[in-house]
């Protein structure tokens, strides 16, 4: 039996657990704490930038893979020299690691993308900002997720504090008309499948709310896709990749961000598609061949619960008996992804309706 | 959160994994030996036939329940008195337990069974015989599974051993058409919910494929689901409860046999249906909403898999991406159920091809 070891223990290593039980892998993994999301299957708990925690931990593991990018690649470099197999590997995770390099690298490929900029000084920022309307996205480089990391600016004097540790990424600020997020998934030795692109809502910087697929003409679908199958091959990611994009008013699709592992926009293929972003990546770190990922059903919407998830309320779940839910596990906190809820089925509107009512059924303000 | 002890590490326990995972329950099991199917989740190994190992397993459990329903009645019985809930309760399991006593109980709730009789002497197997044309099938009372402990037989010298040890079940020898089977779970507060009455087809006394739905007029499923019902309700089952039935040659419905617990005709359900068995029966014994019963797919056939699971044949599975894999993580061993897999779709004839197509890959003769 294959040993898949995942770094790091969040609801992502979480709802790996299922689908390895079922494909006979071993999974295991390297915790943060003792009450982390993944704890079932937590082998060790350490600290994930720590070489001698790490080693540890990939003692006896066939592959080794993530629940986030923040691995740092000297970790990763000492992996790969014990000859196990880390997918994605170290290349691939830079990227992902460095929003500026990610730009250079997706720039190379002929990918389009918002018009961007390394800025290091108060003149380059003023340059930008002068170039583009007025305002501009702010990012560090690197360490920024669900909203951290980002700022909209006017003034070099929002991002004076970022600018005196090291340079960052400007971006246009996009006039979308929505955000898209395109899920792929790459084998080592090559084999790409992509599910149908999905729409996400955020707020507050948060993926809320994700529909399966994305109501849309065709070529949209293939135009997203043809961009994760380039963004994956051109990179060498292994697992599973998501391209998240905007639709501009202008009607082009421009590359917002990626993730190199399962990724939120994705929870919605547990039971929208016939394999699930959590399976097809343990079958793709572990070369296996991949799922279809053709859609169960017409629509299906997902809905983030944050805060708590209380089992007690699952009393209240009489109604909706259909809509499928997913609780990580998490002690309460403001602002928490703490779960998710997910309805299918063949009207849309009935779709969302239902998974936002049971979404409610959890909402508690913390 | 609560805490769910499984007795027994089998497949069943296993297959409770993924579902516990996503409810937010913790799943513990009592497992058999270090390298049962469910040692994943084992929190303990031991003799489930002893009273201490048991109440040791069950400290700070709030709900057991079972993967076989072989726990003696002492055990069960000391394990009611500690205050902690268990499903299905002694009472129903002693019903599981004892197929003379089931027979009985059936009786009384007017249920449609093969002619029967409970035998104790050669002159009742001779009376049996020469009322029911020569010809009966001998079951022992106890312990039986998997076509163990069953016997056609036609002369009472073949029961003689087994007439020894104390009385036995005698039934007519029912022309069938077919085999189905009804599952149904029903809370301890008192919802009953019934999926399709499933086709299923048994190789050597051994299950070896179930179609979701049976192809049937509607009037079949409606009387099917008013049986397990019935059962479900006469018996006080709590959790899943499975009555395997014959649809004999004159258009009768008959009982054949009753589990108490996830079944394999149900495993059909994981990709077949809204909420698979094994959600079900967790939110069952936790007392919580039941979950849709309704197909997700026009069609769906379960296959499974015995002698060996070897995870290097899944190499071979390309062609049939959507067909979904369940590996139980099973030492290899001759005519051993190791796993299954299930193909879903609109087209029944397609959906059995692809279904045995990857259950053939699978296939060793040991």
Redesign the interface.
Known sequence: ??VIGVIGGGQLA??M???A?????ELRVLAETPDSSAR??ATAIGDYRDVETVLEFARGVDIVTFDHEHVPQDVLDALVATGVAVHPGPAALAVAQDKLLMREQLDALGLPLPVWAKAESVDDVTAFLAANGGVAVAKTPRGGYDGKGVAIITDPSDVSAWLAAGPILLEEKVDFVRELAQLVARRPSGDV?AWPVVETTQANGVCSEVVLPAPSIDRLHVVAAEIGRTVAEGLGVTGVLAVELFETTDERILINELAMRPHNSGHVTIEGS??SQFEQHLRAVAD?????T?S??PWAVMINVFGA?D?DR??R??PY??V??????KEPRAGRKV?HVTA?GADAADVAYRARAVAEIFHVDI
């Open positions: 039996m294959k979480r709802m657990i299922g689908p039980v079922e494909l006979g892998l079932d299957r499948a016939v394999t296996l061949p991949l799922g279809s053709a169960t059903a998830m089992v699952y009393a779940l009489g008996t259909d499928k839910i997913h609780n990580y596990g779960g299918t």
